[in-house]
């Protein structure tokens, strides 16, 4: 345990005394009602401060104690391979004075380490080594090797005393960014954070600055440790990783994966899909903010970097994999449902205490089955036309009411 | 259908309005009563939902809490799609907030649904050695665009309660009774006032 503190939660407590048991086995499984409803304050593995119950401590524990043997698993894999085999595995078919035999061999086991590098970050990646590990599966070292050595801090001096409507955003938003996690806190804490969004609105004067992108910079600041591998994590993000415009301007980029995702429910789970739409709930409600924060803002920290894991590793498709698998585990409970409310508490409740990484991860990619890059780059293809379609008509709507004003 | 003394209706209710001028903090001390100096920035939307009794009837607000960055606009018609009530919320230290205010207030009367109540709230009414808008201006803006103006403090819970109220004993009088966008006339008995908030 670590430093749990318990607390009665008034309205369970009130719930629970308010029941007359009259059978000992009842009173028993009040008692064990009543412990389970106790709320507990603890710090997660990230130092977030969580509420939850005696269960969800538990959870974490034995989270703790699987990160622990999986790191036993890299280490043994860097004793048996070499240090930093998991670096960048290039098929280097150039290479000069190799025979053909041992350059099928070299690339066989190019191929067999990014097979097993691709099953071992499914299963997580030990916390010491993300850093690591995410910037090169990434492509951010590339990225970064692109450009002069000085160019993260070539740009601080650069905004240094800049204001612009990026930098006034981003002012009003540093104190509102997990404002209960001790280090972002703290003044040294926001300023890092305010460094990356501000460097970072300059370089990408489209993007700018767009609120979420402060939730995943805090978190790959906690993460990275230092603001500059977090700044190429941002940026590799932004350009390579996601699709493209989901920050600019009007998230159009956002609106697309909106679609592409309500097809894919439509597919992969056809019984809560229809059942949704029967009740005219549009999944985007609660799937938005899923994909503006990469669920930074629904998942227990660990959880949320175990999908970070896969998605530096294997693309963007692996968003939809969560937020499939988020509907997904809770099938029955939400076809049960008649209301909007229900169905947004239900699926509220599950993101807040899945802090078992596995458990999501493994309906994610074993239960909702493959989907190829491939296949979801033409479902965006699809849905472009449309969603520019729609931006643009309601531009036009927007500005007839400007004419209108005159 | 429901009849006069058993009217428990389910209203759709958004709010609108700039970053920053205290749409969370509102939603936050009306259904929880708290107040947080930095609440958390809004990504999307958030929902919440609260049960009010108001003279013989109740009413079951379900409440959708957007995200206030201009480019955030793009999504606000699916939040306000079908709402039977509007809450825009500027923040009196600023006029540019109410500008945006302003411009919310067309787009719903262009897009929104017709019988919409609409409310403009003049939020953080406790920085008054800050304010940039007058009572007055607002009052009259409100008047002459059919809207009911209060001004309000989510920090010091002035008027919040107040304005939820108000929506909420002007919606069965702005709904006659052919049941209409953003209002459901639920035919079970009346529920307890009960509030199940899920934020962030």
């Known amino acids: 345990m670590f430093g749990a503190q318990t607390h009665s939660e008034p309205s369970n407590w009130r719930r629970n005394t308010s029941s007359n048991p009259k059978t000992s086995t009842a009173t028993i499984k009040t008692i064990a009602k009543k412990t389970n409803n106790l709320s507990v304050k603890f710090q997660d593995l990230y130092s977030f401060p969580v509420e939850g119950n005696i269960d969800d401590v538990n959870v974490l524990n034995e989270v703790r104690e699987r990160v622990r043997q999986q790191g036993k698993e890299w280490w043994a894999l860097e ?80 905004i240094e005393g800049k204001v612009t409507p990026a930098t006034m955003q981003i002012d009003h938003d540093l104190p509102r960014t997990f404002p209960c996690h001790p280090w972002l806190d703290t003044p040294e804490g926001k300023a890092a954070l305010r460094r990356v969004l501000v460097a970072y609105s300059f370089r990408d004067s489209d993007v700018g600055y767009c609120q979420g992108l402060n939730y995943i910079a805090a978190l790959l600041l906690l993460v990275m440790k230092t603001e500059e591998d977090a700044f190429w994590m941002l940026a590799v993000l932004l350009e390579n990783v996601l699709v493209n415009d989901c920050y600019t301007d009007n998230l159009s980029g956002c609106h697309v994966e909106q679609r592409v995702f309500r097809d894919l429910l439509a597919k992969k789970c056809p019984r809560i899909s229809a059942h949704l739409e029967a009740m005219e709930f549009d999944v985007s409600l609660v799937a938005t903010e899923w994909f503006l924060c990469l669920f930074s803002k629904s998942l227990p920290s660990e959880t949320t970097l175990r999908v970070w894991d896969v998605l530096f590793n294997e693309g963007a498709k692996v968003l939809f994999h969560v937020a499939l698998a988020i509907f997904k585990m809770k099938e029955e409970e939400l076809l049960r449902t008649h209301q909007i409310g229900d169905v947004i508490a239900i699926i509220q409740s599950t993101t807040h205490h899945l802090f078992d990484p596995d458990e999501l991860l493994t309906v994610a990619f074993d239960k909702i089955g493959s989907m190829t890059a491939n296949t979801i780059t033409k479902q965006r293809k699809k849905q472009e036309p449309a969603v520019m379609a729609e931006l643009d008509l309601r531009l036009r709507r927007l500005n007839s009411l400007k004419i209108d004003e005159k | 259908m429901a009849t006069i003394g058993n009217n428990n209706l389910n209203a759709k209710l958004v709010l609108l309005g700039d970053m920053g001028a205290g749409k969370s903090s509102l939603v936050l001390r009306f259904v929880k009563g708290q107040f947080l100096e930095f609440q958390e920035s809004t990504i999307g939307a958030a929902f919440f939902s609260q049960t009010l009794a108001v003279n013989d009837a109740t009413v079951k607000f379900e409440i959708w809490d957007t995200a206030g960055q201009e480019r955030y606009h793009s999504l606000a018609p699916m939040y306000y799609r079908g709402a039977a009530a509007a809450i825009i919320v500027y923040d009196i230290s600023s006029t540019e907030s109410f500008e945006r205010a302003k411009k919310w207030v067309q787009e719903l009367q262009k897009q929104g649904n017709p019988n919409m109540v609409t409310a403009l709230a003049g939020n953080k009414a406790d920085l008054e050695d800050k304010r940039k808008v007058s009572a007055e201006e607002a009052q009259t803006y409100a008047q002459e665009n059919g809207l009911f103006f209060m001004e309000t403090s989510a920090k010091t819970a002035k008027n919040v309660n107040e304005i939820f109220y108000e929506i909420a004993r002007r919606l069965p009088r702005a709904q006659p009774a052919q049941n209409p966008a953003g209002i459901v006339l639920a035919d079970r008995p009346a529920e307890r006032a009960q509030t199940s908030a899920c934020c962030s």
């Open chain 1, 79 to 158: 004793a048996s391979k070499g240090a930093n085999w998991y670096l960048q595995p290039q098929l280097s078919l150039s290479g000069e004075g190799l025979t053909v035999p041992s350059k099928i061999s070299a690339i066989a086991s190019t191929i067999t380490s990014a097979m097993t590098l691709k099953k071992l970050i499914r299963k997580g990646i030990p916390p010491v080594l993300r850093p690591k590990v995410w910037l090169s599966v990434s492509g951010a070292t590339k990225k970064r090797s692109t450009v002069p050595l000085s160019y993260y801090n070539d740009l601080l001096v650069a």
